[in-house]
Nanobody
Framework: QLQLVESGGGLVQPGGSLTLSCTFS????????????IGWFRQAPGKDREGVSC?????????YYSRSVKGRFDISRDGTKNTVFLRMTSVEPEDTGNYTC????????????????????????WGQGTQVTVSS
């Protein structure tokens, strides 16, 4: 299993920016590859969990963005630190929620399939989450 730790949440005004970080470590013992799909998922009160953005660390190029954040959010990875960043810009009140990062073996999922499943993968490892509140 992976261990994932998020940071960077907080209160931000509409139109502002915020960067979330997800540092991961460990491995999935059943798989020999050290490549993972790391995703950011959010859940707002009364709403279902949504896959916001996912990245495949095998190439750092295969990325998914939900329709609601495409063009405003950017996902990237610092390979030297095993950290995935979610750069949030032009934030809106609808971006408010608990943001959690999760990871699965890249042998099982791609960035699109993991995000579109809203993280519903038995093999997924999850962090604890960080709250993002967009409000003036």
């Amino acid at each position: 299993q992976l261990q994932l730790v998020e940071s960077g949440g907080g209160l931000v005004q509409p139109g502002g920016s915020l960067t979330l970080s997800c540092t991961f470590s460990g491995s999935f013992s059943r798989f020999t590859s050290n490549y993972y799909v790391i995703g950011w998922f959010r859940q707002a009160p009364g709403k279902d969990r949504e896959g916001v953005s996912c990245i495949n660390t095998a190439d750092d190029e295969s990325k998914y963005y939900s329709r609601s954040v495409k063009g405003r959010f950017d996902i990237s990875r610092d390979g030297t630190k095993n950290t995935v960043f979610l750069r949030m810009t032009s934030v809106e009140p609808e971006d408010t929620g608990n943001y959690t990062c999760a990871g699965v073996p890249a042998e099982l999922y791609g960035s699109w399939s993991f995000c579109l499943s809203a993280g519903a993968a038995d093999s997924a490892s999850w962090g604890q989450g960080t709250q993002v509140t967009v409000s003036s």
